[in-house]
């Protein structure tokens, strides 16, 4: 079983850097306007012949009330009738991408998010799902991983029953904090009762897991009340947790320009509500996977670390690595072998986009041999905090020392500094570095130098 995590003060104060959050390698920024529909039709024609499982990632951006700290891609309204002219659009996309793969490739996983997929009426998620199954060979046994985002202040015991009954067996459900003073704060006010009701009414369907999204660093919050949220939330036993970290980036997001700065937590104040979060969580018997990430020791995912094949990618963590990844929706990126691909992250232009039956294929990149090397390298730490270096030289038939040389006098560093253990076998990201895992990844980041670290949130 892999070490515990352990809280180091002063190691956490000289590596606290702003970094990206590698869902991917190159990320989201280097992505650029060269890369087009004829990318993503011949990467997905190179998947049919591979005959790769997929994984479907449908975003619905549509929200009737507005969280001050979100930075998602949203459309805040009340108006239902809005999601009818995009589900149609989406519905052709759907149909447009299908035809380029072959039915025999298998859907492992699939994940609504959003927005808020529930905003969406039970006719229609029915109708999605059906127009999903029709175009995808979406499995029907209740093998794949199936989930879906939950607010549960649009869900009900008939909402969970629906999507059981369409093939999802997986829930995320956002949360954030169970403080009033800080719920008004940012606009969202949920209570623990509508929460526990959605996990009840999940549990009862058989529901396979359960994500709860925590967020810390959010304005009245302080170090005794996000522990008493904590407290509350462990009480609900979920399989796993998200704990975020707040960046408040009022410049690049307009709702965070509503959130008071003076109420916001004190950097020292942030790290005593991580670090009691750590050792409630510790205590309850969660697993530290990495990356604001816990799981309890029988979920897959902790499974998976154990067993060294955790995968990491736009979805975050994912025993689906494997799977060719294709986002549908506005602003949905994709991952089909070395190509990434982004829809337009403009409402109307998807929706014309597709109107006129072309792709809304905005942006993106095809990974270079040094890309994938770097992204394996990448993989390997944030996912299983270790690293052979002859199992990547195998690989790539490189020297991995020739390689990376001007990196090692920084490895040396945070070797010295007990982050990482350094050897001529590989890396070892040490229990006091497994918090700022980032950092260490940030070393093999070929592009980081010249990207502008205000685009980042911190490692912690």
């Not at 499995?139 to 909402?159: F, K």
């Not at 009414?201 to 660093?217: E, K, P, V």
């Not at 018997?285 to 990430?293: A, F, L, Q, S």
């Not at 799977?323 to 506005?330: E, K, M």
Request: negative net charge; aromatic residues 8%.
């Amino acid at each position: 079983m892999l070490d515990a995590i352990r809280w180091d003060t002063d190691l956490i104060r000289r590596y606290d850097l702003a970094g990206p959050r590698y869902t991917s390698y190159p990320t989201a920024v280097q992505f650029h306007s060269q890369v087009g529909t004829f990318d993503l039709l011949h990467a997905l024609r190179e998947s049919r012949k591979a005959l790769r499982p997929l994984s479907l990632y449908v975003h619905v951006p549509f929200c009737a009330n507005i969280c001050y700290y979100c930075a998602c891609n949203k459309v805040i309204t009340k108006d239902r009738g809005r999601a009818l002219p995009y589900l149609q659009r989406l519905e052709q996309e759907i149909q447009l991408i299908a035809c380029h793969l072959d039915p025999n490739q298998k859907v492992e996983q699939l994940h609504f998010g959003g927005g808020t997929p529930t905003f969406l009426s039970h006719d229609e998620l029915r109708q999605l799902m059906g127009h999903l199954r029709q175009h995808f060979n979406l499995l029907d046994d209740d093998s794949g991983d199936y989930g879906i985002e939950i607010d549960p202040r649009e869900a009900d015991w008939s909402t969970m029953g629906l999507l059981r009954e369409l093939g999802f067996n997986r829930v995320s459900i956002g949360l954030q904090d169970l403080d009033p003073a800080v719920q008004r704060a940012v606009n969202r006010l949920q209570s623990l009762e509508e929460t526990r009701a959605v996990i009840e009414a999940a549990r009862t369907l058989q529901f396979r897991s359960i994500n709860i999204d925590l967020i810390y660093g959010l304005p009245k919050q302080t170090p005794d009340n996000f522990a008493r949220t904590v407290e509350e939330v462990i009480s609900l036993q979920p399989d796993r947790l998200s704990v975020f970290n707040y960046a408040h980036l009022p410049e690049r997001f307009m709702p965070q320009r509503r959130i008071n700065s003076h109420e916001l937590p004190a950097p020292v104040e942030k790290l005593q509500m991580l670090q009691r979060t750590i050792e409630q969580l510790t205590a309850a018997g969660y697993r530290y996977i990495g990356m604001d990430h816990f799981a309890l020791p029988d979920d897959e995912l902790a499974i998976a670390q154990e067993e060294s094949t955790l995968q990491r990618n736009f979805q975050g963590y994912t025993t689906h690595g494997h799977c060719d990844l294709i986002g549908l929706g506005v602003s949905a990126i994709s991952q089909i072998g070395d190509l990434y691909c982004q829809n337009s992250s403009d409402l109307t232009h998807y929706q014309n986009q597709l109107g006129g039956a072309q792709l809304a294929t905005s942006r993106g990149l095809v990974c270079n041999q040094d890309d994938r090397l770097r992204r394996a390298v990448i993989q390997q730490l944030i996912c299983n905090f270790s690293l052979e270096f002859e199992a990547i030289e195998q690989q790539f038939n490189i020297d991995f020392r020739g390689y990376f040389g001007e990196l090692w006098p920084q490895l040396q560093a945070m070797d010295a500094d007990g982050l990482i253990k350094l050897t001529n076998q590989g890396i070892e990201v040490l229990p006091a570095g497994r918090l700022l895992v980032r950092s260490v990844c940030m070393v093999f980041d070929a592009y980081l130098e010249q990207q502008n670290r205000q685009r980042f949130s911190r490692v912690i």
